[in-house]
């Protein structure tokens, strides 16, 4: 829910709660409420009930989604999950600090909730630990965790998968940010095979990687999304690597 102390569409650096062992915003955080703000018009239409951040860190992007949803879709939940205890804390801190609020849970991914909550959820957002990084790395305490993906950066973002499959409504939306190194073209065809059609919100490169924020939808009630992205003559965005331009963000772009 939100209160009349919100004025911005996202959330106030100045306001986030702070820790050092919980991930602050980067480039990455950005690029999911950047590809969360292009789609807007489509999410305040859509009039989402419920809606989750998995990881939800310094709570920057689960702020912002109240936020920018906001007084027009009065009623809507939000949940908070993320397994370090210090971002728990921090999310909470910085959801109070800009007037909203969210169930806020400490525990793996959604385990104890993803039964409850099975086909409840409108919106899933997932800023995944997606570094590829040595094995024995994923999972650990504290900040390591944030980012530490395994073989491929995959480890946890397989695990999140079938978990947001479970969760999300025959409605729901589900916004991942993922990085080349991922392989995004397989975790397309892995949720196409689930029954979701998918497109990239917004893509962006740096010397050092190549961000994409990919949205994914359940093909049957999609038909006229899919539609107009046919009719858009949009390429298959795998004809886009590499990326060539400095922090290039695009949208409609079809997995």
């Not at 997932?126 to 390591?144: L, Q």
């Not at 046919?230 to 290039?248: D, N």
Request: glycine share 8%.
């Amino acid at each position: 829910m939100v209160s009349s102390k919100s004025l911005h569409k996202t959330a106030q650096i100045r306001l986030l709660s702070r820790h050092p062992e919980v991930y602050e915003p980067c480039d990455d955080s950005f690029a999911l409420v950047d590809a969360l703000l292009a789609d807007r018009a489509n999410l305040l239409q859509h009039k989402p009930r419920l809606c989750m951040e998995v990881g939800c860190g310094s709570g920057y992007v689960i702020t912002s989604l109240a936020l920018m949803l906001g007084e027009e879709n009065s009623g809507v939940h939000y949940f908070a999950t993320d397994i370090n205890p210090h971002a728990v804390e921090v999310t909470r801190a910085t959801l109070e600090a800009h007037g909203v609020h969210a169930e806020i849970i400490s525990t793996d991914i959604a385990s104890g909730l993803h039964k409850r909550l099975a086909g409840m959820i409108d919106v899933v957002v997932v800023n995944p630990p997606y570094v590829p990084t040595p094995e024995e790395e994923v999972g650990c305490e504290g900040i390591t965790a944030s980012w530490a993906g395994g073989e491929n950066g995959r480890k946890v973002i397989d695990r999140i998968l079938p978990v947001v499959d479970e969760l999300l409504s025959g409605k729901g939306w589900f916004y991942m940010v993922t990085l080349t190194a991922n392989n995004p073209s397989q975790i397309c065809r892995l949720m196409r095979e689930k029954g979701y059609a998918s497109r990239i919100i917004v893509q962006r490169s740096t010397e050092e990687e190549s961000l994409h924020v990919i949205k994914f939808w359940r093909e049957d009630i999609a038909e006229i999304e899919g539609a107009r992205a046919v009719a858009s003559g949009s390429e298959s965005w795998l004809s886009q690597f590499p990326l060539k331009s400095f922090w290039r963000g695009s949208t409609g772009s079809s997995c």
